[in-house]
């Protein structure tokens, strides 16, 4: 019993943080994106496509979280030239807020107006802690299957938006995108649903619409 | 701080719990296989190939764990004839060893040689947690990249064999065996590595033959 105690402590604590964050940055004026999935579900492959559409017409910075490893953050440097920076959990499997706000005050968030967090590839632990972000952006890729959402219910409860990513290969995968948005549907009755893919440009315009139109409602402010 | 001290104990008591798993296992001549990977990674699908293969010669449990849904359960028993129980984690991202015993109990070992358990689909979290298995058996599946034993080091650093999944789709991921073995390598000198595919039947021969050999070798012990 004693470790769900601890957790709820745990918890309690990460959201009151989340609300500092969120001030912080609702008084900079700035967005910010928590990016989740599955390992290898395409997130890195998502920044490197929305970076360049958005940074004409915002400061960008990115948060590449990973147990260990900098090859994200050298990909997202090299390909787009946004402000990154490459923070390890120490095996941790998700970004508390306290992680958050360390990675925020080390990108240093002065002169930026958008900024993605992408969190440690995992459907369980990362939707459990409030990073403080204004937007959880979840992505569901084909190879993992439409069943994902009944299965990794809080992730798609937490989500703001959910983009199927790979849909170029769902005719050689057991993918159904009616499945896949009716199970999304039985966790959360609101969120965005977007349908992607990164190899053909498919639902890429949607996706970056959206996030710039969040992005502005905010900053606007 | 508090927090590391306190997963030190809880997984210093796993440990523990971990050897008296093993001792009632070990009395009763039962090989157990701890089935990790990714979400969508292939686990019900692989043990659909293996169990047919290897239940004319050993009498097989599976313990399919899930945070909801019970749709693999149903699945294999459907697919396999195999004794078959869920569980579910009540949120819980990993299967800790007090699980793993509870579950072992409510499936009923007497008269089993092998049993699966087919763990939560997550990269980091249940490498951390010793469930008494015998074997960890990971599968990496194609499209979630080669890279994944860079990111995600203890999963590859725990496990006694790797099964590349999917490989039948490598020609349209940007995915190299060469790499992907070289990556595992890294964490892990001594796994056995399988490349395999349910589509075409790659390597399930040398699957079924890997895990037939090491569950004789322990119940003619």
């Known amino acids: ?7 709820e402590d745990i918890l309690s604590r990460n959201n009151e943080q989340a609300k500092d964050v969120r001030a ?5 004026g700035i967005f910010y994106v928590n990016l989740m999935s599955s390992p290898g579900a395409g997130k890195t492959t998502v920044l490197s496509k929305l970076i360049p559409r958005l940074s004409d017409d ?21 390909e787009t030239g946004a402000r990154v920076i490459q923070i390890h959990t120490a095996g941790a499997c998700h970004i508390t807020c306290q992680m958050s706000l360390e990675a925020l005050q080390a990108l240093g968030t002065d002169g930026l107006d958008l900024i ?8 369980v632990c990362p939707a459990e ?18 069943d ?5 219910p809080l992730m798609f409860e937490v989500a ?13 995968f ?9 199970n999304i549907r039985k966790r959360n009755d609101s969120a965005k649903i977007f349908f992607t893919s990164a190899l053909n440009g498919k639902g890429i315009d949607e996706l970056e619409q959206y996030i710039r139109s969040e992005t502005v409602r905010k900053i606007k402010k």
Chains 1, 2 share one sequence.
């Not at 802690?129 to 439409?146: K, Y």
């Open 174 to 182: 057991d993918f159904s995108f009616e499945n896949a948005e009716k």
């Open 58 to 78: 915002f400061r960008i910075g990115v948060i590449e979280a990973d147990i260990d490893s900098d090859k994200d953050a050298l990909a997202i440097e090299r």
């Open 1 to 7: 019993m004693e470790i769900f105690t601890i957790k």
């Open 24 to 28: 912080l940055l609702d008084g900079k």
């Open 160 to 172: 703001h938006a959910v983009a199927v990513t790979k849909t170029d290969v769902a005719p050689i």
């Open 148 to 152: 994902k959402p009944l299965k990794y």
């Open 116 to 123: 993605f967090l992408e969190n440690i590839g995992n459907l």
């Open 129 to 146: 802690f409030d990073t403080g972000a204004d937007m959880n952006l979840v992505l569901l890729s084909v190879p993992e299957g439409d």
